[in-house]
């Protein structure tokens, strides 16, 4: 299917998800086979204050709740197709961000696909900034937003959804969101205010996809291959995102794949999977996006899953530096490493 401006090779994409999918992760489940990723998602306002100082100054030093927003918005060719994701509660704000962003698209300081406006962050701070699954409960707002992003930008947008605010208004939302003129939609089949405890019914995504006309992406649940192939088939969405189950193992989208493909995939044993992490590694040295904080967040989901996790994790906690970090990733031998993960 085409999302944004691009083709994609492959039905799963990577999630965007904030302190993890930095470029560097990116890229490595681009090359582990995501067919799609979305960045972080990065505030409105500040994008458009970073524009600013790029004016004023040629710095991008402008940072917004301890972040940097242009690390948020960094691209590169080679993990094309991406989504740049942004989030703003005002259609001023988003519309002026789409612009900006689109313009440095233009001149080849981004690379981004589409400009991905997001409606489905239930985190506290963004709700009560009134952004993020907040818009949910203003439609018309909501459809504001999007029309501004749509007269502004010069690339594709595309949106990101629940199922709701507290009741289920896919359908509604989505066929607004169209109508307002979003070229794609990702629904997460789950409302804001249940979160997790909704145990089923991604079903419900097959109604939505059946009545648009633009791609659907299904969000939510995919949290092992074969539920990512059950997911696809079940709703008939165009593609599955997977967000957290490729955190420490970004071969889930190979997997998938394969599964998708022969109805058969191969677990991923320990080796590969420290491998892999030696590449991120390399990756956010080279991308200038590695922290000690970021760091061991990613290596204690790159040890979950196999035995002697509680001391590993324990140790990572007490790391102070990126090389320790990458020692006691690097020394990890688990008992169980040959049985891999699937």
Avoid at 24 to 37: E, N, S, Y
Avoid at 57 to 79: F, P, V, W
Avoid at 103 to 119: H, K, P
């Amino acid at each position: 299917m085409k999302y944004g401006n691009a083709a994609l090779r492959g039905k799963f994409v990577l999630g965007p998800m904030a302190a993890y999918t930095d470029i560097a992760f990116r890229l490595l489940c681009r090359r582990a086979g995501a067919a799609m990723c979305f960045t972080e998602f990065a505030n409105a306002e500040a994008i458009v204050r970073s524009g600013a100082a790029r004016r004023q100054t040629a710095l991008a030093t402008i940072t917004r709740g301890g972040k940097n927003t242009d690390a948020l918005l960094q691209t590169c060719s080679e993990e094309m197709p991406v989504g740049i994701q942004i989030f703003g509660a005002t259609p001023e704000a988003m519309g002026n961000a789409a612009s900006s962003i689109s313009a440095r698209v233009e001149t080849g300081e981004l690379y981004a696909s589409c400009i991905d406006m997001n409606f489905g962050c239930p985190a506290g701070s963004v709700i009560r900034a009134g952004a993020g699954s907040a818009l949910l409960k203003s439609p018309q707002k909501m459809r504001a937003i999007a029309e501004a992003c749509v007269k502004h930008s010069g690339i594709p947008v595309t949106a990101k959804i629940r199922a709701g605010w507290k009741s289920d208004s896919a359908l509604e939302l989505a066929l607004m969101l169209q109508d307002a003129g979003v070229s794609g939609i990702t629904v997460h089949w789950r409302t804001a205010t249940e979160g997790r405890k909704r145990q089923a019914g991604w079903e419900m995504l097959r109604e939505v996809k059946e009545a648009l006309s633009i791609p659907v992406i299904g969000n939510g649940g995919a949290s092992t291959p074969e539920k990512a192939v059950q997911f696809l088939k079940e709703t008939g969405c165009d593609a599955v995102m997977i967000a957290s189950a490729a955190l420490g193992n970004p071969h889930i989208f190979s997997q998938a794949d394969d599964l998708l493909a022969h109805g058969k995939c191969r677990k991923t044993p320990w080796e590969e999977k420290r491998a892999s992490f030696a590449q991120y590694a390399a990756l956010a040295q080279k991308y200038g996006v590695a922290t000690p904080k970021r760091f061991r967040a990613h290596a204690i989901e790159w040890v979950s899953g196999f035995n002697g996790v509680k001391e590993a994790r324990k140790r990572l906690n007490s790391a102070k530096t990126i090389r320790e970090i990458e020692g006691i990733v690097s020394g990890f031998e688990p008992s169980n490493a040959q049985s891999g993960l699937a």
